[in-house]
């Protein structure tokens, strides 16, 4: 950690964070991104292979996704902070792709003071935890987002208030059509509860 903590210098010292063995196969540490006191912060569970490669959070087709998501529901992406629990992209081949792998409880734990840095610095009047992984970390093991998502959580020590919906990436991994289309209205109706939440702050 730096001797003083500011978002550019957090950024700065994870690059070169070699807590865990991600560091080994990531191509680059992709540290969170936005505005140092951002009112909404939302956090994935790890970047995937185009953030890996440009090193930033959030720019491939789930980032893309997001992005229409919250215009549809009036968050302008430039007032956000978006990160990721884990800030190495953790993969596996398959022939020449690089798939998703989900991070263990180890690589959580190495990337854990990094998140609590950024929640330190940025102060989000509101944390949205994006997938299982993310909300189980914050909000413990019990946390199911299939049962749980779209409630306002209050009163945490991340946030005054916290929500968990599903990743984006998840609405592009839906099997037809119609599910993708069922997916994302959810998607939507749990960004509307954000921004109502946000407009009441």
């Known amino acids: 950690m730096p001797e003083h903590i500011s978002l550019p210098a957090l950024r700065e010292a994870a690059a070169s964070c070699h807590g865990c063995p ?54 302008p992406r430039t007032d956000v902070y978006v990160t990721n629990v884990v800030k190495h992209f953790k993969w596996q081949p398959r022939g020449n792709r690089r798939i998703h792998s989900k991070p263990n409880a180890r690589e959580m734990t190495a990337c854990k003071p990094w998140l609590s840095a950024e929640l330190e610095v940025v102060k989000p009047q509101m944390v949205v935890c994006l ?24 009163g945490t020590p991340y946030a005054p208030w916290v929500m968990a919906t599903y990743h984006p990436s998840a609405v592009l991994r839906m099997p037809d059509e119609e599910s993708r289309h069922k997916a994302r209205d959810t998607l939507v109706a749990d960004f509307r509860i954000v921004a109502h939440q946000l407009d009441e702050a």
């Open 22 to 75: 991600l560091w080994r196969t990531g191509t680059q540490t992709v540290f969170g991104e936005g505005p140092a006191k951002a009112h909404l912060m939302l956090v994935g569970e790890q970047p995937g292979d185009q953030e890996d490669k440009t090193g930033r959070p959030f720019v491939g087709p789930a980032g893309r996704l997001l992005d229409d998501i919250l215009e549809e529901v009036g968050i």
């Open 131 to 154: 997938g299982a992984s993310a909300a189980q970390w914050l909000l413990g093991k019990e946390f199911r987002v299939t049962k749980q998502r779209g409630k306002v959580i209050k």
